[in-house]
């Protein structure tokens, strides 16, 4: 297996450690994870095609712990799963890799119960969902906001999706009183007019880091009593959705 697709899984789902825990499910050569972060700010929906994990349910109690200890090893790595049998089921308890090296990693998995994962019906009904704004976030865009949080710091704990006369702008400390600020123009592709609301400008720098190796994503706002944005990036086999919760309405 080549190991950075999966550290590269791993730091998608973590998000700069904003999700602790999650279930890594494998099917069909196809890996998924559905799981809130730590604080609710967001969700995870992650899916990576292709992947040579074999058929299982991986409960990883401490994701930082596990990605550190896989980036110990080199380049090519196996990944074997122990399993036992629990209450007539298959259940994951260990995984074991090494390295051509000679290095060797193991890794004492959680019972699923106690891992963290969303409801799959909320999943379906979250991407179904229609929204108001949608623009492409493209290399400028994401170098822009991440350099923005980072210039503002701790001061600044929220950004804000701001309309009016078919314009839209991404700002990072909006505020109706005067106060300092980063606003980012972008093109809409679909537009209408929403409310001001403020969602975590740490998770959203957060989330474009871990996908700044995509070219352009995708970000729409759903307005109204229950405000949302989605994001949404594609490249090579993994495909990334993150949804992100309100703050405060401003």
Known sequence: MEKSKLTRYIDKVRIGGAVGQAQVV??????????????RDALVVLKMSNSTISDSNLGIGDLQKFSGLLSALGTDIS???????KDGVQKAVEVNSSDDYGNTMKY?????SVVPSSDGKQVKHLLEQEYNVKFTMDSNFVSKFIQGKGALGDEVETFTIVTGNNKVSVVIGWRVT??????IPVKPQVYDDIDKVSFSSQIMADILSANKECETGTLEMKGGDRPLIKLTFNVDDYNAVYFLQPRVSI
């Open 26 to 39: 494998t099917k069909n050569s196809v890996t998924h994870t559905w799981v809130a972060t730590d604080d």
């Open 79 to 85: 990944f074997d799963i122990t399993s036992i049998e």
């Open 108 to 112: 004492m998995l959680h019972d699923t």
């Open 178 to 183: 005067h106060s300092n600020r980063l606003s």
